[in-house]
C-alpha cells in the first residue's frame, strides 16, 4: 500500500467527518479525511448554533431521533476525553398562544418516544420564575434540562486532532472533482490548492491528483449530493439552507441561562437565543433556501428578521451590544432525515448526507455508528485490517486558557513559558503562548480564522480590530512564511497586499 492508497478516505474534515475519522482511528485501517478547506471546521460546522440538542424534536424512528439521544449521552464523556467544555444549561420551547400548546404537547410525546428524560411542560409563569427574562406573551413552553451548550469549533478540531494523532492523514486544501470505481477499490481524482503554509502533522496531496481508497465515506455537508450522485443511479437532493446570526458581547451573557426556542415550523427549529460556552449572547438563525452552496453572506433582511424574531422570545436584551454577524449553511436533504449508509448501488461508498441540525448533537453518534458499519463490510469483505488497535489514545489535552487560571495557575505557566505572559487578543485575554500552540499542534492553524477557531483571537468585542496585526506577525513566524502571505482563511484573503517605505 503506497502513500495515497487507502482502505477509507474520508470527504470532509467537519464535525461528522471528523467524528467518523477519529471512530475508525480505533481500528487498524490506513485511513485519511480530504478536505477542501485550508483547515477542519471550514464549512457548515464552523456556523452554527453550538447547541446540544435534547432529541425531543425529532421525528420518532428516524436516524435524526435515535442519534440525536444517543449523541447528547455521549457528550459528557466526549468533552472529558477530548478536553473541551460542555454545559447541560437545560432549554425552553416557548408557546405564544394557547391555540398552539398542542404543538409542546406534540414536542413532548415524540420526546418521550424518543426517550428524552425528564421533560416537562411548564407554565408562562413557571418559565418566567427560571427565566425572568423570558418574553411576557410566553404562555407555555417544555422545559429540556438534558440540552446543552458546547463550542462547535474547538469540538471538530478536538475530535480531528485525535484522529490525526490515532494515525488517520489528514489531506488539506484537496478538492475531490470526480470518483470513480476501478476494481475492488475507488479512485478520487482531486485538485489541489496551494496554500501558504502546512498544517503540522497534515498529509501533502498526491502530485498526481489520485487516491484510492477501499471504501468511501462522503461527509461533504452541503455537497454531499453531488458525490452520492456521481456514484449511485439513486439520486438525492441536498437543499443549502442558509442561516444569519448575531452576537452579542459578554455584558449580554447572563440574560437567559437556558437555551430558548420557539414553537418549530417547517423551515426549522426557529430563531433561538442562548448563551454560549464562553459567556456571550447568540441570537438566530434567520432560514433562506439559496442556490450557491457558498452564499454565506449575511444580509441586513434576515438579521432583522433574527433580532426581530427574539424579541418575542426575550426582553431586555440590549441590541446595540451585537459585536459581529455571521451566516452558514445547513445541508437539508429534500427527504427530510439523514442518509446514512453503505449505497446500494455502489458497494463500499458510504453516505454520512443531509446531516443538518440536529448534526452537532448526534456527532459523537455518527462517528461509531459508520465506523461499525465500514468495520463489518471490511471484516466481511477480508480485504483490509479492521481489527482494534491496543494503542488508540482515547484523549487529548486543550491548549491552557490563560484568562480562565488563577493567579497561582497563570504565573506557574508563565515560568515555564514566559510566552503566556505576553497578552495579545485584551478583549478575550488571549496570550502570545496560546497563539503560538494553536500553530504548532496537531493540525495547526495556518490562518487567523484557524487561530480564532482553537483560542478565540479576535472573537471579542474589536473583533481582531486591536490584535490582527500581532496575529499576523506570530503566524509568520511560526508557520515560516512572509507576513503578506498569512490569510484570513482561504487562499487570496490576504490582509497584507505589499510593504511599504520604511521601517517594519
Request: hydrophobic share 40%; net charge neutral; glycine share 8%.
Amino acid at each position: 500500500m503506497n502513500n495515497y492508497e487507502y482502505d477509507v478516505a474520508i470527504i470532509g474534515a467537519g464535525v461528522t467527518g471528523s467524528s467518523i475519522a477519529r471512530s475508525l482511528s480505533q481500528y487498524k485501517l490506513k485511513t485519511c479525511v480530504i478536505e477542501k478547506c485550508e483547515d477542519v471546521c471550514s464549512g457548515t460546522s464552523k456556523a452554527n448554533s453550538g447547541i446540544i440538542h435534547g432529541g425531543h424534536d425529532a421525528v420518532p424512528g428516524t436516524l435524526k431521533a435515535k442519534l440525536n439521544v444517543e449523541g447528547n449521552l455521549l457528550m459528557d464523556q466526549l468533552s472529558k476525553d477530548l478536553d473541551i467544555e460542555f454545559i447541560r444549561n437545560g432549554a425552553m420551547v416557548c408557546c405564544f398562544d394557547e391555540n398552539l400548546k398542542d404543538g409542546l404537547s406534540e414536542l413532548y410525546d415524540r420526546g418521550q418516544q424518543n426517550g428524552v428524560p425528564d421533560l416537562r411542560i411548564i407554565s408562562g409563569d413557571e418559565a418566567r420564575k427560571m427565566q425572568p427574562n423570558l418574553g411576557d406573551e410566553i404562555v407555555a413552553a417544555l422545559y429540556i434540562p438534558t440540552s446543552g451548550i458546547i463550542d462547535p469549533f474547538i469540538l471538530t478540531v478536538a475530535l480531528a486532532e485525535n484522529a490525526c494523532d490515532n494515525g488517520v492523514d489528514f489531506i488539506l486544501n484537496t478538492a475531490v472533482k470526480h470518483i470513480v470505481k476501478e476494481g475492488d477499490a475507488w479512485c478520487l481524482q482531486t485538485k489541489t490548492v496551494p496554500f501558504p503554509a502546512k498544517a503540522p502533522k497534515s498529509t501533502e496531496a498526491p502530485a498526481d491528483g489520485l487516491i484510492h481508497a477501499k471504501y468511501i465515506v462522503n461527509a461533504a455537508g452541503v455537497y454531499a449530493d453531488e458525490f452520492h450522485n456521481m456514484v449511485s443511479k439513486k439520486k438525492i437532493s441536498i437543499q443549502a439552507r442558509k442561516g444569519d446570526y448575531c452576537l452579542f458581547d459578554k455584558a449580554m451573557g447572563d440574560i437567559v441561562s437556558m437555551t430558548i426556542f420557539q414553537l418549530p415550523t417547517k423551515m426549522g427549529k426557529g430563531v433561538l437565543v442562548t448563551p454560549t460556552v464562553h459567556g456571550n449572547l447568540l441570537v438566530g438563525p434567520s432560514a433562506t433556501d439559496v442556490d450557491d452552496k457558498e452564499m454565506t453572506a449575511t444580509t441586513a433582511e434576515e438579521l432583522s428578521y433574527a433580532l426581530e424574531s427574539s424579541k418575542k422570545s426575550v426582553k431586555n436584551i440590549n441590541y446595540r451590544q451585537v459585536i459581529t454577524a455571521f451566516s452558514g449553511l445547513r445541508a437539508h436533504e429534500l427527504g427530510g432525515d439523514f442518509i446514512i449508509g453503505e449505497c446500494e448501488d455502489a458497494p463500499g461508498f458510504f453516505d454520512a448526507a443531509g446531516i443538518e441540525s440536529p448534526g452537532l448533537s448526534c456527532a459523537p453518534a455518527i462517528g461509531p455508528y459508520v465506523a461499525k458499519m465500514i468495520v463489518a463490510k471490511a471484516q466481511s469483505d477480508k480485504n483490509a485490517n479492521a481489527t482494534k488497535k491496543t494503542d488508540f489514545i482515547a484523549t487529548r489535552k486543550d491548549i491552557p486558557q490563560v484568562a480562565n487560571l488563577s493567579f497561582a495557575e497563570r504565573a506557574k505557566l508563565v515560568k515555564k513559558n514566559p510566552l503566556y505572559g505576553t497578552i495579545v487578543c485584551r478583549c478575550e485575554g488571549i496570550s502570545e503562548g496560546e497563539i503560538v500552540e494553536a500553530c504548532n499542534r496537531t493540525l495547526g492553524a495556518t490562518s487567523l480564522d484557524g487561530v480564532k477557531r482553537r483560542v478565540r483571537a479576535g472573537m471579542g468585542r474589536c473583533q481582531s480590530g486591536f490584535c490582527a496585526p500581532r496575529q499576523i506577525e506570530i503566524v509568520a513566524r511560526e508557520c515560516h512564511i512572509p507576513k503578506e502571505l498569512v490569510c484570513k482563511n482561504e487562499l487570496g484573503s490576504n490582509i497584507l497586499l505589499k510593504k511599504t517605505a520604511g521601517k517594519e
